[in-house]
């Protein structure tokens, strides 16, 4: 019995600092994003694609998706300022938990990951996917968008709450898995996201 409440304690004890932590990692990340439009952006953007996609017309589809072209140049703007003012920030409180238990990332640095790289390596996602370097169609360009959109938009959730959660989050909003998100975005956002996921 009394290692039963000692289980409890300490389950109330870890659910409580998890709590503290998601909410500081909250709180810091909404302050970043306040000087930004980035939400509304994706919203239109994620809009726009999706009318798009649905068109049957494909005349009418190219005009839906060049309209967008300004609200793009505005996100990946709008992104890499973001970037480049949250890196700015201390490493302590930028760092996210691979696995939810407070405090592991002191024991083991490999068990969090740093929140300034992966701002860092959407914002340059983005970027390529709007420079469009490699002449993706404007269908191929708009799946292209919201995966590095969806995939940026999973590690923000991540990064206040976890992993476990920015992916049932993302599963419910946009009807897209991790997976799907990952194989959508540029081989090179893929590669600079697993290297700070993974290393």
Known sequence: MEFLSLLFILATGIHWLNTQGQRKRTALLAEQL?????????EQLTSAYMRALGETDPERQQQILQLQEAAEQQ?????QNLAREF???????TRAFKVALP????????ASFD????????AQGIALAVNNPQGLSPKEL??????EMFLMQHSCHWFCKS????????LAQHQTRHEQALDA???ETREAYLDVVQG
């Open 163 to 170: 992993k476990t959660i920015a992916s049932a989050r993302m």
């Open 103 to 110: 405090f592991i990332d002191q024991l083991s640095p490999k």
């Open 115 to 122: 929140m300034r790289r992966m701002l860092e390596v959407h």
């Open 185 to 187: 975005v540029s081989p």
């Open 142 to 147: 708009s799946f292209r968008m919201m995966g």
């Open 87 to 93: 890196a700015k920030l201390p490493a302590p409180v």
């Open 75 to 79: 996100l990946a703007n709008e992104f």
């Open 34 to 42: 306040r000087p930004y439009q980035i939400e509304k952006h994706m």
